[in-house]
């Protein structure tokens, strides 16, 4: 069994649509497959159905954007109700925060290049949760940068003059709200620490006791190191080892099944359902 908990589409910063997602997955191999958008569910419904049709195993899932003391933590959820009260009320929060934020990007790196707003909207296809990445592609469209990865290594870095922050719930209450909506949820690449700042294990500790399930133990974000770290955590605290690929299509290298969950590792995460 190929095991795939991570990957995203159109309704993210993706650039397949989510049953596009599925078709490509199916053609990669893998049996089994999590859309997991960040803060959004809208791309459930197509996958489904579409991973239905190749006879798929379809996991529903999101990636939630959270915060400890500043520092940005991703967390996966699956299986939770999408209409739960506390979820919804966090998510449209966190979407709206973006919006704002992303806008304030866009008129700081104005300034000095050529991008406009509505040349973000466009590129990002009718996106729910419109962010850095949709600001990345429109930077290549007028020939800034090269590709969507200097812009983050660049113009939209962390410290840059065009960085703005935004609110992200505190991730142990995020893990709190996940829960109590019927969500396993997942701490998304824990040691991608060429990313930025990453917490320390006493945070993963804290997010343990509040209710975490699984670490994302292998990510093309870390090297051997932060595995065998992640993987001794994992063990000691009694959380699942995950593994998937980050899946955005062309928006990134990752490819669809680089990094595997086990099938024991899914059953547990399975059997971790109200």
């Known amino acids: 069994?190929?095991?795939?908990?991570?990957?995203?589409?159109?309704?993210?910063?993706?650039?397949?649509?989510?049953?596009?997602?599925m078709r490509e997955a199916a053609d990669a191999g893998l049996d089994i497959v999590a859309l997991t958008d960040h803060d959004s569910v809208d791309g459930w419904e197509?996958?489904?159905?579409e991973a239905a049709s190749l006879g798929l195993?379809?996991?529903?899932?999101?990636?939630?954007?959270c915060r400890h003391h500043g520092i940005s933590i991703h967390l996966l959820s699956y299986w939770h109700d999408p209409s739960d009260e506390g979820v919804e009320g966090m998510l449209r929060r966190t979407r709206e925060a973006r919006v704002h934020r992303a806008r304030e990007i866009v008129e700081r790196?104005?300034?000095?290049?050529?991008?406009?707003?509505?040349?973000?909207?466009?590129r990002s296809g009718g996106?729910?949760?419109?962010?850095?990445?949709?600001?990345?592609?429109?930077?290549?469209?007028?020939?800034?940068?090269?590709?969507r990865s200097a812009a983050?290594?660049?113009i939209l870095i962390?410290?840059?003059?065009?960085?703005?922050?935004?609110?992200?719930?505190?991730?142990?209450?995020?893990?709190r709200t996940m829960a109590a909506a019927g969500g396993v949820t997942v701490f998304a690449h824990p040691g991608a620490d060429a990313r930025g700042r990453i917490v320390t294990t006493s945070?993963?500790?804290?997010?343990?006791?509040?209710?975490?399930?699984?670490?994302?133990?292998?990510?093309?974000?870390?090297?051997?190191?932060?595995?065998?770290?992640?993987?001794?955590?994992?063990?000691r605290l009694g959380l699942v080892r995950t593994g998937a690929s980050d899946y955005h299509g062309t928006g990134k290298l990752n490819r669809l099944g680089e990094n595997l969950t086990s099938p024991h590792a899914h059953a547990r995460l399975e059997a971790a359902r109200p």
Do not use: C
């Not at 995203?8 to 989510?18: I, Q, R």
């Not at 993963?204 to 595995?227: C, F, K, N, P």
């Open 57 to 65: 195993g379809f996991v529903p899932g999101i990636e939630v954007s």
């Open 127 to 147: 996106a729910v949760t419109v962010g850095r990445p949709h600001i990345a592609d429109a930077l290549v469209d007028q020939g800034v940068v090269p590709n």
């Open 203 to 235: 945070v993963i500790e804290r997010m343990a006791r509040a209710g975490l399930t699984g670490l994302e133990v292998d990510h093309r974000d870390h090297d051997e190191r932060q595995r065998d770290r992640l993987g001794r955590i994992a063990d």
């Open 1 to 21: 069994m190929r095991i795939d908990l991570h990957t995203h589409s159109t309704v993210s910063d993706g650039t397949g649509s989510p049953a596009q997602v």
């Open 46 to 49: 197509a996958a489904a159905a």
């Open 109 to 122: 790196i104005g300034v000095d290049f050529p991008i406009t707003w509505e040349a973000v909207i466009e």
């Open 158 to 175: 962390p410290g840059s003059r065009y960085y703005v922050p935004h609110y992200a719930p505190e991730v142990t209450d995020a893990v």
């Open 152 to 154: 983050f290594d660049s």
